[in-house]
């Protein structure tokens, strides 16, 4: 094995050196150690893919496949992809010049923060968040300007933001919005999108959309902030959550053409383009009515899932609000209880034998707060909820 020769550390990209280790994959390796572990800590959905998406893929390696795609991914992909904008959300994208397909949304965030951020460029974030939106603004040298939303419900308000913009004013490159919202599940209605469309259509913030849980909206229908600012909105989608697919790694962006020349350029300097089958089956997952349908009997499950784990959490003692989409419950650790939602997470994981994420995991807003992700089935649920509510009855409170 070769050891570094010592003073290449210092050589290496220090703004990596400022993203913080993952702290949802580093606490899921902790618990999953731990024996007879219920874990319910990953958003990764627990249904197999849609056997026509299977299919597709299969397909695509017998016909031998196997060349490089466009850079902006497959044609047909590309209009599945349009189609599918157009259809759910009413949306108008030309395949040709306003969408990029992706390695998951994953690289779609990376995609368009690499495209638009200068050094010193800052962007808002919400929080509680997803971190990876942090840590790829940190790595193109940007400063992420978090905005707790926990006082609002988890919704950011046009006077949060208005005071945002009035303190960093031009400094301010883009915002990101995601929602349903990953860790909280809450999403926005139509009007919260427009009053923070009116706010911003005054700037030139780049509005950076993750929607990749749009399809995953229980009671309302989801709409998209690129309805109101379609000229200045990098809206991100894909089939990782939609489709059960995370594993096949197929994402999208979709924004005006003079926006998507530069994230497109950011895209294949880094990957070329997704995989032939990949793409395959990701086209029939969002452009037939079989993988429309496989999405929907999903969604069903999730709803269910949703109720009984609300429903249960609080009977347990713990303050949810019932989440609009996505697949997590956000809850409020009761405060006869250790407010300290790592050791409270620990402690539930080494005794109640349940893993669950802190809160503090997600960012500012994020204390006091455990995510529960519900992307298993509800007899999983079903022993874990039993098991947090002995927990709970048995634990030690405040004060004891
Ligand atoms: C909000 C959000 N955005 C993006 C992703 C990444 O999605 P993908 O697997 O398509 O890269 C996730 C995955 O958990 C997520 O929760």
């Known amino acids: 094995m070769p050891m570094m020769k010592e003073s290449l550390s210092q050589r290496l990209n220090q703004d990596l050196a400022k993203i913080q280790p993952n702290e949802i994959r580093a606490f899921d390796a902790k618990v999953s150690t731990m024996p007879d572990m219920i874990k319910l800590t990953l958003g990764e959905p627990d249904f197999d893919v849609p056997e026509v998406a299977k299919a597709a893929a299969i397909a695509s390696i017998t016909a031998n496949d196997s060349h490089y795609a466009p850079g902006n991914g497959s044609v047909a992909l590309r209009e599945a992809a349009t189609d599918f904008l157009a259809d759910r959300y009413g949306l108008t994208y030309d395949a040709d ?158 924004g005006p053409a003079g926006l998507m020349r530069t994230v497109g350029m950011t895209h294949q300097l880094v990957v070329t383009s997704p995989s032939n089958p990949a793409m395959a089956a990701a086209t029939v997952a969002l452009g037939t009515q079989a993988g429309h349908e496989a999405t929907l009997a999903m969604k069903a499950q999730y709803a269910a899932r949703r109720d009984f784990v609300v429903e249960q959490m609080r009977t347990a003692g713990f303050e949810v609000e019932t989440p609009g989409g996505a697949f997590y ?39 006091g707060y455990l995510r529960l992700s519900y992307a298993t089935s509800l007899a999983t649920l079903t022993e874990a909820m039993q098991r947090i509510k002995t927990y709970m009855q048995t634990a030690m409170t405040v004060g004891e």
């Not at 006082?151 to 009035?166: D, W, Y």
């Not at 409020?332 to 209880?337: G, V």
């Not at 080494?350 to 893993?355: D, K, P, S, T």
């Open 97 to 254: 010049t306003e969408v990029v397909i992706t390695i998951g949304a994953t690289e779609a965030i990376y995609a368009t923060l690499t495209a638009v951020l200068n050094p010193g460029d800052k962007v808002l974030i919400p929080t509680p968040t997803f971190p990876l939106y942090d840590a790829i603004t940190l790595m193109n040298g940007g400063e992420p300007v978090y905005l707790d939303t926990s006082a609002t419900r988890f919704v950011l308000t046009p006077a949060q933001l208005r005071a945002a913009i009035a303190e960093h004013g031009d400094a301010i490159k883009a915002i990101v919005l995601n929602y349903p919202s990953n860790p909280t599940g809450v999403t926005y209605s139509a009007a919260e999108l427009k009053a923070l469309a009116t706010v911003l259509a005054e700037t030139d913030i780049i509005v950076i959309a993750d929607e990749i849980y749009s399809e995953l909206v229980y009671e309302t229908t989801h709409v998209s902030i690129a309805t109101y600012l379609p000229g200045q909105t990098l809206l991100l989608n894909g089939v990782s959550k939609s489709h059960a697919m995370t594993g096949y790694r197929i994402g999208f962006i979709a």
């Open 329 to 367: 419950v956000f809850a409020k650790i009761p405060a006869t209880h250790n407010q300290d939602d790592r050791e409270f997470a620990l402690a539930l994981a080494e005794n109640a034998h349940v893993a669950v994420i802190p809160g503090s995991a997600f960012g500012q807003g994020g204390a």
